[in-house]
T-cell receptor
Framework: DVKVTQSSRYLVKRTGEKVFLECVQD?????MFWYRQDPGLGLRLIYF???????EKGDIPEGYSVSREKKERFSLILESASTNQTSMYLC????FGRGRDLGYTFGSGTRLTVV | AQKITQTQPGMFVQEKEAVTLDCTYD???????LFWYKQPSSGEMIFLIY??????QNATEGRYSLNFQKARKSANLVISASQLGDSAMYFC?????????????FGTGTKLQVIP
């Protein structure tokens, strides 16, 4: 069964900590994405990557960075966690191309609480 | 302007009835794709259905169909014969194919509750 795996389901971190959220996919997908989900706001794109060592800013990149050293792994980094980064974080991956196969495969999400 | 608009924050439907979840989109691309995802309370996002901008037929997947009206830029999801397990958040999303990148924009979601 194909999978996108997020390393943690729940995390609690303190303000100012550096936080790493890890995502691994086993489908050989070119594209990987990080979204955050907040009630009433839907899913908002933080960063995405379409190749190893490549990254592009999404709609809300401030306060975040990413790393993609290997094709299967895409890490989201909160350089100095703040309470307004308390959210559900979703990782997704997809093939590069066209059509329905380009639907994302999502991880199960990481609920991050910053205290 | 919002690229994906879901105007129904919440909806109720009687079990075994059909329900339509609204979605309108905004794009100047000729080539794009529209998706619907389901998110149960457990949190995972489940792909339901896809419609390509050049597809002439409305997409169907079992009890799900997508009512695609290109001129009106609408892509409503129709769930027939609702079941209790259909209670979930539903997100409409759009992938635009220009610009070389294939990111997807999501709407704010509709919470559907199926009543026995």
């Amino acid at each position: 069964d194909v999978k996108v795996t997020q390393s943690s389901r729940y995390l609690v971190k303190r303000t100012g900590e550096k936080v790493f959220l890890e995502c691994v996919q086993d489908m050989d997908h070119e594209n990987m994405f990080w979204y955050r989900q907040d009630p009433g706001l839907g899913l908002r794109l933080i960063y995405f990557s379409y190749d190893v060592k490549m990254k592009e800013k999404g709609d809300i990149p401030e306060g975040y960075s990413v790393s993609r050293e290997k094709k299967e792994r895409f890490s989201l980094i909160l350089e100095s966690a703040s309470t307004n980064q308390t959210s559900m974080y979703l990782c997704a991956s997809s093939f590069f191309g066209r059509g329905r196969d380009l639907g994302y495969t999502f991880g199960s999400g990481t609920r991050l609480t910053v205290v | 302007a919002q690229k994906i608009t879901q105007t129904q924050p919440g909806m109720f439907v009687q079990e075994k009835e059909a329900v339509t979840l609204d979605c309108t989109y905004d794009t100047s691309d000729q080539s794009y794709g529209l998706f619907w995802y389901k998110q149960p309370s457990s949190g995972e996002m489940i792909f339901l259905i896809y419609q390509g901008s050049y597809d002439e037929q409305n997409a169907t997947e079992g009890r799900y169909s997508l009512n695609f009206q290109k001129a009106r830029k609408s892509a409503n999801l129709v769930i027939s014969a609702s079941q209790l397990g259909d209670s979930a958040m539903y997100f409409c999303a759009m992938r635009e194919d220009s610009g070389g990148y294939q990111k997807v924009t999501f709407g704010t979601g509709t919470k559907l509750q199926v009543i026995p």
